[in-house]
């Protein structure tokens, strides 16, 4: 597609409770990045992928924290076990070259 | 490291008033720079980007920015404000740059408020 899809747009979990959330990138990117959005504005980088390969994993807590990208399929960002300190929107984006990122809707997730 | 500082987390103008939203960049390598805009609830959108070529850079919805690598700035301006221009901007750095998968690194944002 032409825009980056993501879903669902809003994801409510109690505390200890999995997540998974999903990304489509615009077709032909080869790119695909995870950022956390907290406290509404600071942005942190969490994984890239290029392809179905991780290109950059190190803003990504290891701990509860998983994501893949496989062909044929939306990319995923699972989080294992959530905690209140997750509650953030998390968005996708893809790119394909001179690191020009495009940017999905986000799902804000918010845990109880 | 590298980073982005944008000075002033809130900025207000009237309408057709100038807008001038500063950001400034950390970088040991030459950097791509990127400014977006996100509208509430919305995701970002790409305004405008550095990628090494003319140091002024257009883009959209009548926004530019320039590339002073002495000052280290790649401060966003806009002639006239308009209200729909009331959002979030954020400015970011890629460094490599040229080099695809790599993080952006944002500025903690600037919250633009354009009165009437």
């Known amino acids: 597609g032409e825009e980056v899809a993501q879903t669902p747009k809003h994801l409510v979990r109690g505390e200890g409770q999995k997540a998974k959330l999903y990304c489509a990138p615009i077709k032909g990117h080869s790119y695909v990045f995870w950022y956390q959005q907290v406290l509404k504005n600071e942005f942190k980088f969490l994984i890239s992928f290029q392809n179905e390969n991780v290109f950059d994993e190190t803003g990504m807590p290891k701990e509860r924290f998983s994501a893949k990208c496989l062909p044929n399929s939306p990319c995923s960002l699972e989080i294992q076990a959530t905690k209140l300190e997750d509650s953030a929107v998390y968005f996708c984006?893809?790119?394909?070259?001179?690191?020009?990122?495009?940017f999905g809707p986000g799902t804000r997730l918010t845990v109880t | 490291a590298q980073s982005v500082t944008q000075l002033g987390s809130h900025v207000s103008v009237s309408e057709g008033a100038l807008v001038l939203l500063r950001c400034n960049y950390s970088s040991s390598v030459p950097p791509y720079l990127f400014w977006y805009v996100q509208y509430p609830n919305q995701g970002l959108q790409l305004l405008l980007k550095?990628?090494?070529?003319?140091?002024l850079v257009k883009g959209i919805n009548g926004f530019e920015a320039e590339f002073k690598k002495s000052e280290t700035s790649f401060h966003l301006t806009k002639p006239s404000a308009h209200m729909s221009d009331a959002a979030e901007y954020f400015c970011a750095v890629s460094v490599p740059a040229n080099q695809a998968g790599t993080a952006l690194i944002f500025g903690k944002g600037t919250t633009l408020s354009v009165s009437s």
């Open positions: 550095y990628t090494s070529a003319a140091t």
């Open positions: 984006a893809s790119s394909q070259n001179r690191n020009e990122q495009y």
